[in-house]
């Protein structure tokens, strides 16, 4: 590995002649962004080779134990030696919400900071990425948003009752939330649960609404890097949407060759549940409704040869291996017998969905740079995309990255561009609108929030063509 380009005690955390650096110099770190298909993890390990680099994983699935080929983990033999943090380390059933990844995160830059490298954060979880980077996020925890409140209301005391309205029931729902905090409600969606829990916990334990955390210095400095404790290089690598659907599409036929259903075989669990830890990955719920058609098929087989129900679990374990190969007879099945129709709509529903999730990172990618002013630069993967040429990625990807970061590096903090890529006036202005509750009747009551996220709504294909068709109807139909 030649680190010989970049000196880390001059260029990381510490100055020529070895003394403290100075408070206003804050340390540094890169933080590789982009949508899923884009190749952040690839261009992460190819920077290993012109610095000297440490890698922190931020994919909110990768972070789990086991679904290697689901979730895509980069495995060991195509990490090149380059150290990986919080890959692959989280109990699959435990739910590593934002706060848990910053406060595993942090300890973890620290240590690679005091050896003198340059950590990397690596991923498309772009709330884990804003947890780490942003002193000020609000939604985390409960706890952290009692603290946030007690440092900006001084002299107020917390209450540790439950109050009556709340009575012992857990059966919080959105309803509760608007009567008690209307304003709070109307900044989180209604299927948001968990936050809609979050924000009623907070209540019934301190008796602080939700909405008066987003008053006063908390509610400015939500979301925004200014006050980060660290210098950040955001890279973003992107690629056109046309190329990156069709690799997505492709890439997910590579993952069922590789294995990919074996592992939903093994995870799958009739009663568990889906919206915590591992099992909200993209790839496992879409085979549910398969794998339960598939199971009841197979016990009613077997509970009609057996009546012995300790011989029978005895069997299905035997079996397992059996089982999978069979799944994977049913893909390959010249026949489209009902089964095989189910596992194909479950695959393309696995596709379709890694199609939105593209969608959705790049829309949070652009509302970090226009709602809270990150100075983001970009990489473009597109042709390396399309054509799989790895002079293409040289030239177009790691050469660029290269650079952004070498000159971040070695730029002196008082002459470097500021972290608020936008005017502080605009960005406020623009932040002032962050949480309207804007409906769209024309797209089935969708609600959105905030005035950028209603107008990229707006400017959708799919709301477009619904306007056109509901103008076209109201134009034929009688006065």
């Known amino acids: 590995m030649d680190n010989s380009s970049e000196s880390p005690a001059t260029t990381l955390n510490s ?8 408070e206003e110099h804050k340390p540094k770190q890169v933080v590789i962004m ?9 261009l992460a390990i190819d920077l290993a080779t012109h610095f000297p680099i440490e890698i922190i994983n931020a994919d909110s699935m990768q972070v789990y134990q086991g679904l290697d080929v689901l979730t895509n983990k980069v495995p060991l033999y195509e990490q090149n030696g380059v150290p990986h943090h919080l890959l692959g380390t989280v109990s699959s059933d ?27 954060i690596v991923g498309g979880t772009n709330y884990y990425i804003q947890a780490v980077v942003s002193s000020f996020l609000l939604d985390e925890s409960v706890e952290d948003m009692s603290e946030t409140y007690s440092r900006d209301h001084p002299g107020i005391e917390q209450t540790n009752h439950m109050p009556d309205i709340l009575g012992d029931s857990c059966n919080y729902n959105y309803d509760l939330l608007k009567e008690l905090d209307p304003v709070a409600a109307n ?4 299927n948001n649960h968990r936050k809609i829990n979050l924000y009623l916990s907070l209540y019934a334990r301190s008796g602080v609404l939700p909405s008066k955390l987003y008053q006063g210095k ?32 492709h890439r997910v036929d590579c993952m069922i060759d590789a294995g990919l259903l074996d592992e939903v075989y093994d995870i799958y669990n009739r009663n568990a549940n889906y919206t915590l830890g591992l099992r909200q990955a993209i790839g496992v719920r879409e085979f549910e409704n398969f794998l339960q058609a598939y199971f009841s098929d197979r016990m009613d087989d077997e509970m009609s040869d ?3 129900e300790t011989l029978l679990k005895l069997s299905t374990r035997i079996d397992d291996k059996l089982f999978k190969e069979n799944i994977r007879g049913i893909l390959i099945s010249s026949c489209d017998n009902p089964q095989k129709v189910m596992l194909e709509e479950a695959i393309d529903k696995v596709k379709a969905n890694t199609r939105r999730l593209v969608r959705r990172q790049k829309r949070r990618v652009n509302q970090l740079q226009t709602l809270f002013g990150w100075n983001i630069s970009y990489v473009d993967a597109t042709e390396y995309i399309s054509k799989k040429s790895d002079e293409c990625w040289a030239v177009q990807v790691v050469g660029p990255a290269v650079k952004m970061i070498r000159s971040f590096l070695n730029k002196d903090d008082s002459n470097g561009r500021t972290l608020d890529g936008e005017s502080k006036t605009s960005t406020d202005t623009v932040q002032r609108d962050l949480w309207t509750q804007y409906v769209c009747k024309a797209c089935g009551d969708r609600i959105l929030r905030g005035a950028h996220e209603w107008e990229q709504h707006k400017q959708g294909r799919g709301h477009r063509k619904r306007m056109l068709s509901l103008r076209k109807s109201q134009s034929s139909s009688p006065a």
């Open 15 to 22: 100055n020529n002649g070895g003394e403290p650096i100075m």
């Open 34 to 42: 982009g949508p899923t298909g884009s190749g952040k993890s690839r």
């Open 94 to 120: 435990v739910e590593f919400t934002a706060k848990k990844f910053r406060d595993s995160a942090i300890p973890i830059i620290s240590d690679i900071l005091s050896r003198n490298r340059l950590p990397v």
């Open 187 to 190: 900044r989180i969606h209604p």
């Open 218 to 249: 908390a509610a400015e400095n939500w979301g925004r890097v200014d006050n980060s404790s660290y210098r950040c290089c955001f890279i973003c690598i992107d690629a056109a949407l046309p190329v990156l659907d069709q690799y997505v599409e």
């Open 306 to 308: 057996s009546s012995d």
